[in-house]
């Protein structure tokens, strides 16, 4: 026995369901463009495809949607209809998609790569001022100097231009890299000289050196029109260790403006000569262009708001 649930073929239950929706999208294509072939092109089907998809719908509904002159079509008063119908679904479809996109864009994991020095004595002390601009988004730091690759999971990176970037990245200057001696408060008469020409560095100041930019004092020199010190000195493997040694006053280290400023401030660390260009920038980079309105692009106007404070 068929049960009464099933209704009757033709009955008003039956004549709710949908002819297929390749057919529906075959139907509006042709019927926006009244052509076949343009609606096949921009499908991605063949001209014959799309004519026997309009023609299952037209034969499933029973009437003609289209009249076929020559080679030309023109829809009918029901095709019409129906092309309304079909155009505002699918309307809704793509932007009820959209807006699950922008959703996902915003709620997935954003991974940001930082110089690890700048990570840690710059970025991180200011980041809960961004978070507190994005309260559902989740970007992850992660400390990377050097080169590195879009393709290994990095969605953004902040470097120093003193290599090669990645082949097709777009490159977002944030600030010029100004550097100078520093030392602690309590080592500076000690450590530095002040004539009628000004201060200068003494030649008996133990100078801190770091690894990772074997060059920082070089670049100072050059940048400045002062002496270089003597090469002998600690060394140490990281510039983050060299400025940690020069807030415990082991000697004078460079430090880099962004790098030092909150030390400064708290009156740890002081800079009897001021800070100079040495050429270099920092950058944001990106796999592409930033789109205005975009979380990136929050960010690019974030960190150079952050970088506006200057010695």
Not at 47 to 52: F, I, N
Request: charged share 20%; glycine share 8%; net charge neutral.
């Amino acid at each position: 026995m068929i049960s009464d649930n099933h209704g009757e073929y033709g009955s008003p239950s039956t004549d709710n369901r949908l002819p297929s929706l390749l057919a529906l999208r075959c139907f509006e294509a042709a019927a926006r463009l009244e052509n076949f072939s343009r609606a096949a092109d921009e499908l991605h089907l063949t001209h014959g495809a799309v004519s026997r998809a309009v023609r299952l719908l037209e034969d499933d509904l029973g009437l003609a949607l289209f009249e076929r002159r020559s080679r030309r079509v023109f829809l009918t008063p029901e095709g019409r209809s129906l092309a309304q119908a079909v155009r505002q679904g699918l309307d809704l479809m793509r932007q009820g998609v959209a807006d699950l996109r922008a959703r996902a864009r915003q709620q997935r994991r954003w991974v940001l790569s930082c110089e690890p020095t700048l990570l840690m004595r710059w970025l991180i002390p200011r980041w809960p001022g961004f978070q507190a601009r994005h309260p559902g988004l989740e970007l992850h730091l992660v400390a990377g100097g050097g080169p590195f690759s879009f393709a290994s999971g990095i969605d953004l990176a902040i470097r120093r231009d003193d290599f090669a970037w990645p082949a097709g990245s777009h490159v977002e200057p944030l600030f010029a890299e100004r550097i100078g001696p520093v030392c602690r408060p309590d080592q500076q008469s000690a450590w530095f000289r002040h004539s009628k020409r000004g201060a200068a560095l003494h030649a008996k100041a133990p100078a801190l050196h770091t690894r990772t930019r074997p060059g920082a004092w070089q670049d100072w020199a050059e940048a400045s029109g002062q002496p270089l010190p003597p090469a002998s000195g600690q060394s140490f493997e990281h510039f983050y260790f060299s400025l940690q040694a020069a807030v415990a006053g082991l000697g004078v280290a460079i430090g880099p403006w962004h790098l030092v400023q909150d030390d400064i401030a708290n009156g740890l660390l002081v800079a009897p000569l001021g800070f100079v260009d040495d050429g270099s920038q920092y950058c944001l980079l990106s796999p592409g262009p930033l789109q205005a309105g975009s979380v990136q692009a929050d960010l690019l106007a974030w960190l150079r708001a952050m970088a506006l404070t200057s010695p």
